[in-house]
């Protein structure tokens, strides 16, 4: 059975920073690409950002040159440094597998509020 247990969030300032990170257990990590996902209340998940297995990044426009997913596969977790957050990245944020999902882990509450 997968496992995914994201943290790292909390409250921040327009403009600040945070990195989340998503441990994995119950899957063969190093093969699957894995995606942080978002959503809001009343909204549809979104994909933010993914990683493949080899290391190749892929990122939604309007994170792009802000936001950096990066992987360590013999700690078996996936990380999102964020930086610059916006009022409206406000959101639950998730880890999981790109295009594979598994089980939807509890997510990590980010809120960017002055």
């Known amino acids: 059975q997968v496992q995914l247990v994201e943290s790292g969030g909390g409250l921040v300032q327009p403009g600040g920073s945070l990195r989340l990170s998503c441990a994995a257990s119950?899957?063969?990590?190093?093969?699957?690409?894995m995606g942080w996902y978002r959503q809001v209340p009343g909204g549809q998940r979104e994909l933010v950002a993914r990683?493949?297995?080899?290391?190749?990044?892929y990122y939604r426009d309007s994170v792009k040159g802000r936001f950096t997913i990066s992987r360590d596969n013999a700690k078996n977790t996936v990380y999102l440094q964020m930086l610059n957050l916006k009022l409206e990245e406000t959101a639950v944020y998730y880890c999981?597998?790109?295009?594979?999902?598994w089980g939807w882990g509890q997510g990590t509450q980010v809120t960017v509020s002055s």
């Open positions: 990683v493949t297995s080899s290391g190749t990044t």
């Open positions: 999981n597998g790109f295009p594979t999902t």
């Open positions: 119950g899957v063969i990590f190093r093969i699957y690409s």
